[in-house]
């Protein structure tokens, strides 16, 4: 069956433009995490998802960062006046339940570079 | 706080012999652990967990991995290793008693298998 999808696959953005990368989960999956991979660094969480409520935001590094998963399916992770330091491959996961023991499905992710 | 420790970021092998990555952890409960794969220009590949029972966990590709809660590690083993096991590993935690949601990884072990 079809796994995590996440579009772009690559994004090149000048300093200071906003970006959104986009994320399919598994369809019928009820959690969905978004993770940051730095260069030579594993995955960070940044936030979580629960159907469509956003239920923990702690890993989002500033206020630039902003998450949504407005019908409880696809999720949107928007970056805003990106910086240098922004870029990374970001990596969305999902999860079939909300149960703890569940495992988490990767997409490919999205590399970002920012100019 | 978790965390989670790869003190090894290469690990090369001989193909056909047996090969151990580890893993050591540090949570304040008991932990949930995971191994993923992450082959270049993808997303991580789910191999195996632990989350109750029997120490020894059996997962995908003949990958195995044993938890030990007296040494807090987690490594994970192949008796015969394949020139197509060579990528990058992670460990992963949950620490159940948090409630958090998300997984905490290491920093990779690159794995490289020589014909």
């Known amino acids: 069956g079809a796994g995590v999808s996440q579009s772009p696959r690559y994004k090149v953005a000048k300093r200071g433009q906003d970006v959104a990368l986009r994320c399919d989960p598994i369809?019928?999956?009820?959690?969905l995490f978004w993770y940051q991979q730095a260069l030579g660094q594993g995955p960070e969480f940044l936030t979580y998802f629960q159907n469509e409520a956003q239920l923990d935001k702690s890993g989002l590094p500033s206020d630039r960062f902003f998450a949504e998963r407005p019908e409880g399916s696809v999720s949107t992770l928007k970056i805003q006046r990106t910086q240098q330091e922004d870029s990374a491959v970001y990596l969305c996961?999902?999860?079939?339940?909300?149960?703890?023991?569940?495992?988490?499905?990767f997409g490919p992710g999205t590399r970002l570079t920012v100019l | 706080a978790q965390s989670v420790a790869q003190p090894e970021d290469q690990v090369n092998v001989a193909e056909g012999n047996p090969l151990t990555v580890k893993c050591t952890y540090s949570?304040?409960?008991?932990?949930?652990l995971f191994w993923y794969v992450q082959y270049p220009n993808r997303g991580l590949q789910f191999l195996l967990k632990y989350i109750t029972g029997d120490n020894l966990v059996k997962g995908s590709y003949g990958f195995e991995a044993e938890f030990n809660k007296s040494q807090t590690s987690f490594h994970l083993k192949k008796p015969s290793a394949l020139v197509s096991d060579s990528a990058l590993y992670f460990c992963?935690?949950?620490?159940?008693?948090?409630?958090?949601?998300?997984?905490?990884f290491g920093t990779g072990t690159r794995l490289t298998v020589i014909p």
């Open positions: 369809s019928g999956h009820v959690s």
């Open positions: 992963a935690v949950r620490d159940i008693r948090t409630g958090a949601n998300n997984l905490f």
């Open positions: 949570v304040s409960g008991n932990p949930y």
């Open positions: 996961a999902s999860r079939p339940t909300s149960g703890h023991t569940d495992t988490q499905y």
